[in-house]
């Protein structure tokens, strides 16, 4: 059996083109339907129950796409609502559990630390799991709310002090702790991964979440039989909730390629309340 439908993927906003970028790589055969919640961006500051009602609605207009396989992309979702997905007529993967995974077997002095949003940082979902896997662990866990806007404003260089400045103010209680592995737990922070690498040092593992989630997307497609097997070339489809002027420059650094403007589809993504609570 194989299943040529294509792979929902979601985000609060375009962050989520980080796992995208990972996905396509992993699976250059499949298509993908992209949904970035733009006009509602950010929920890394908003309250679980909103994030949760958010999160409903971005699966549902992904049912509507009919996709065969849905992956959260970003770290506030998988971390405050991933029961939403219990109510999912389809497989679903979020991005918190494979990068927690491959932070257990990477870490030598069992000493990890975790980056990410305020909401994901206070749900404490990457402290819970990784004591699951590793009880002995020491989890050294930072939100880090500036990393967003400074990538939202395309300030991602190492060599830029202000960047460098933040990144080091953010990272010192990992440093000071000795952490030998660290969890990127936010769509945006890759793009800042050299200067995180800069301010951390050569010796710290850096997991990258969407890497993680596309290996074990991959995997999971392979053992349910859903993989593509069409022989036309795959497509990708994107759809926004609002559409900034800031759309392709921030499109373009996190996904690595231009988007074309006529590629991008407007939804209002509101209206789709109801198939599963
Ligand atoms: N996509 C979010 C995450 O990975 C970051 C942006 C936001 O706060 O919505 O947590």
Redo the contacts with the bound molecule.
Sequence with gaps: MSDSRPIGVF???L??LTVLRELEKVLPGESFVYFGDTGR?????KSNETIINYARQDENFLISKDVKYIVA?????SAVALSTADALPVPFMG?VENSVRDAVNCTKNKKIGVI??S??INNGAHKRLIKTYLPEAEVVTVPCPLF?PLVEEGWVSADDEVVLGTIRRYLAPLIEAGVDTLIL????YPVLKSAIRRAIGEDVMLINMGYSTARAVAEELKHLDLLSDKTEPPTCEFYVSDVTTAFPKIAKLLLGEEIENDKVNLVDVSKYEGCTN
């Design positions: 985000d609060s906003g962050g989520g961006v950010p929920y890394g500051n992309a970003c770290g506030t979702v991005v990410a949003t909401a994901t967003v737990g936010c769509t945006h």
